[in-house]
């Protein structure tokens, strides 16, 4: 995914090209084999892991949305690994709460309903982990529309993740899920609260890490 504008037109803003993404993205999702695109998914990602995997590890991921790249055999591959997969909940300001994953579960209105904070887990036995749980993970997986060659990662526009991400440490890497495709080769526009990415995987199994920060490349398998 690309996009120059000449000297005589104006850059395009956020709100533009988040709205040209989610166009390609219905466009890629209608067309997308997810079976596949899931298992490759799964693959691809678990290179990520670090090089303790051999143990238990700790890994935020998010439950897809239909027109997402699929995660479910992600949370799948991950459990029955052994590894410990935790997975967000959208509070009303936009915070992210974080509960176990149950294999098998995918994205519905409960996972972006944007629930009042003081709304008690759901009745699945999934207890709420605190805002601050990503800074117990050793790889944590983002949504997003798009990634720029930079780590410049494009959301759905609440900031969630950039909050989030806020509570991580310093050293753990975070990638993002994206259909093949909706990587952009133009820088996107960042500010001063985005949260830069160190790579993306997609459907099509292509690993990338990105300019964000080279120091933490070597953690990337």
């Given amino acids: 995914?690309?996009?120059?504008?000449?000297?005589?037109?104006?850059?395009?803003?956020?709100?533009?090209?988040?709205?040209?993404?989610?166009?390609h993205r219905a466009e890629l999702a209608a067309a997308s084999d997810a079976a596949a695109a899931g298992s490759t998914i799964a693959e691809a990602v678990l290179r990520f892991l670090p090089e303790r995997a051999e143990d238990q590890v700790r890994v935020a991921v998010y439950e897809s949305l239909p027109d997402e790249p699929p995660t479910a055999p992600l949370i799948?591959?991950?459990?029955?690994?052994?590894?410990?997969?935790?997975?967000?909940?959208?509070l009303d300001?936009?915070?992210?709460?974080?509960?176990?994953?149950?294999?098998?579960?995918?994205?519905?209105?409960?996972?972006?309903?944007?629930?009042?904070?003081?709304?008690?887990?759901?009745?699945?036995?999934?207890?709420?982990?605190?805002?601050?749980?990503?800074?117990?993970?050793?790889?944590?997986?983002?949504?997003?529309l798009t990634v720029d060659r930079r780590g410049t990662r494009l959301g759905q526009g609440g900031g969630c993740y950039d909050r989030a991400l806020r509570h991580r440490d310093p050293g753990t890497p975070v990638i993002t899920l994206l259909h093949e495709g909706e990587q952009r080769d133009t820088d996107l526009p960042r500010e001063a609260h985005d949260s830069p990415v160190d790579g993306y995987v997609t459907t099509s199994g292509r690993v990338v890490r990105t300019a964000a920060d080279p120091s933490r490349a070597h953690r990337a398998g």
């Fill in 1 to 23: 995914m690309s996009q120059q504008s000449s000297p005589e037109q104006p850059l395009p803003t956020k709100r533009e090209i988040r709205q040209a993404a989610r166009r």
């Fill in 76 to 90: 799948a591959a991950l459990l029955a690994a052994g590894h410990e997969v935790i997975v967000p909940i959208v």
């Fill in 93 to 144: 300001d936009f915070s992210l709460e974080w509960t176990y994953a149950a294999e098998g579960t995918i994205g519905d209105r409960g996972t972006v309903a944007r629930l009042p904070k003081d709304t008690p887990p759901s009745g699945d036995g999934r207890r709420w982990l605190g805002p601050d749980a990503l800074s117990t993970c050793d790889l944590v997986v983002t949504p997003g």
